[in-house]
């Protein structure tokens, strides 16, 4: 070693080595082409690669966990529903509602979501329909644009016939209207309902006790809190109907209910209905004599089908193998004539090992534009999951992102709403004590993954213009709030976070409060 520095010939290998490299000079980071389809760049911010070799920011939400919250202190409780309840004075509302098993009595709670969208709270049951007792199969269908929800039961009190209630919620609490029926004399099973935004109508599917069991649809228009139910009910399957349910897609407006056709195998299958003016109410017409099937498989008892942004999503338990794989498969419409039809990708299937998973639930997220699909996880002590479905332009599925939301047995019943005013979801389920709990989640959605974050912007660049990356082994200075001497990680909103959000996307080591050493 000479004085000036090393004079050597070969190989050096250096066997140790002190500091984190952040201050070496002359290490050069990468260029790219700016996109900013997604959002300006600014200068510091983290970026992804995309799959056109431009870069850009990371847009998305991160993951919101609440923890469980009591809704029901009792030991019976039954036959769960829930559903939004829209805003009220200033407040994103649910409502649940339970067939109390102790006396068979249906009652209904409004869950009040908090100031930091985290956590909620509830006010005090009301009777939905006084004392009257109610069967096992019930709905909460949230009326659009208003603060009133309608509670769709079977009338145990009155052979179990189809029943509806308007409630309207105010604050904490909820006013029931005046009982109606929608099926009189006779049992209604299998009950789902959706409402025709088109029309301003309730639409309710059933399945007919009074009438070999056919699956037949109802039409209801709300006055005030009461409803009215055209005398003609609109049968859509001829043969014995399992579950059902029912959902309205907005583009075409167009009604879809998708049902378990026990007169066929127990088969998947779907039809497509529209309303039209027979002459004073608007009435149900099929779109084709036969369903369509969806799959070749006989179903379990849990068919869903929710509807957004164009896109129709069904669920159902693939009963092929000795267990209940739930199955998810996403259709468009496209007009034809005076028709709609609809195409379908291909299907996916909840990841739980090849068991089974349990009271599967659907909601569509309109916020992040996603389907979210709720089970109890036979793989894991049918613990609650969430999972997001994933569509491709050709509506081919995939679903990622499983979450365990907490660690009690939800295989007895359970139910999941959706609230667009606070972007969150809430699960609620039946514990093994027979209480109720609930917890609220923000789901996960992003465009940043652990293979496409890349770096940070160097400065600021409009669309188009050669960026300047700095990426791993270099220091970012720009940065706030970091906490020196700790992992950093990536979240769904482009946030640096000290907590792993389950995506594994590590940002670097805080060098200081402003200041990361990107590692990647």
């Excluded at 201050?23 to 983290?46: E, F, K, M, Q, R």
């Excluded at 509807?307 to 000795?322: L, M, P, R």
């Excluded at 739980?352 to 709720?374: C, D, E, L, P």
């Amino acid at each position: 070693v000479l004085a000036g520095g090393i004079n050597a010939v070969g190989t050096i290998t250096a066997t140790s080595y002190s500091g984190d490299g952040s201050g070496l000079s002359g290490v050069a980071g990468l260029t790219a082409i700016a996109s900013t389809i997604s959002g300006p760049i600014t200068a510091n911010a983290p970026l992804i690669l995309n799959e056109d070799g431009t870069v850009g920011v990371i847009t998305g939400f991160t993951s919101v966990l609440g923890t469980p919250t009591e809704f029901n202190p009792g030991t019976n409780t039954e036959s769960l529903s829930s559903a939004s309840a829209g805003t009220e004075g200033g407040s994103h509302k649910f409502v649940i509602a339970v067939k109390d098993g102790a006396n068979n009595i249906g009652k209904a709670k409004v869950g009040t979501v908090g100031a930091g969208l985290s956590s909620i709270s509830f006010g005090s049951f009301v009777n939905v329909n006084g004392t009257s007792t109610v069967g096992g199969s019930q709905v909460v269908l949230h009326i659009p644009g208003t603060n009133k929800v309608a509670f769709i039961f079977q009338d145990q009190s009155n052979g179990l016939e189809g029943a509806c209630v308007i409630g309207t919620v105010s604050g904490t609490s909820i006013t029931m209207g005046t009982k109606s029926n929608f099926r009189s004399g006779s049992t209604a099973g299998n009950i789902s309902a959706t409402y025709d935004t088109q029309r301003d109508r309730i639409i309710v599917a059933y399945q007919d006790h009074g009438d070999s069991y056919k699956g037949k649809i109802a039409v209801g228009t709300i006055s005030g809190t009461s409803v009215t139910w055209n005398a003609a009910t609109y049968e859509f399957y001829s043969g014995s109907c399992g579950s059902t349910g029912l959902a309205f897609d907005t583009t075409t407006n167009r009604i879809i209910v998708h049902y378990r056709a026990q007169g066929a195998g127990d088969r998947p299958t779907y039809k497509v209905a529209s309303t039209w003016d027979d002459g004073g109410s608007w009435a149900v017409r099929y779109e084709s004599d036969t369903g369509t099937l969806i799959a070749n498989v006989p179903a379990q008892n849990n068919n869903r089908v929710i509807a957004g942004d164009g896109n129709v999503i069904f669920g159902y338990e693939d009963q092929t193998t000795s267990n209940d794989i739930s199955t998810v498969v996403a259709g468009g419409g496209v007009g034809i004539g005076t028709t709609v039809v609809y195409t379908l990708g291909t299907a996916a299937t909840v990841d739980t090992g090849g068991v089974n998973a349990n009271k599967v639930n659907m909601v569509y997220n309109s916020v992040v534009k996603k389907a979210i699909v709720s089970y109890a996880n036979a793989n894991d002590s049918n613990y609650p999951y969430t999972s997001v479905v994933n569509l491709s332009a050709s509506r081919n599925a995939t679903i990622t992102s499983p979450t365990r939301l907490t660690t009690f047995d939800s295989s007895n019943y359970a139910t999941l709403a959706y609230n667009a005013g606070s972007n969150r979801i809430l699960f609620s389920a039946r514990l093994e004590s027979g209480h109720g709990d609930s917890i609220l989640q923000g789901v996960r959605s992003s465009n940043v993954t652990a293979d496409n974050f890349i770096g940070f912007s160097k400065a600021s660049y409009a669309n188009g213009a050669t960026a300047d990356i700095q990426v791993v082994g270099q220091k970012n200075t720009g940065q706030v709030g970091l906490i020196t001497a700790r992992k950093h990680y990536v979240a769904g909103n482009g946030s640096l976070s000290i907590t792993n959000d389950g995506q594994n996307i590590f940002a670097g080591i805080g060098l200081s409060s402003n200041s990361i050493l990107i590692k990647g």
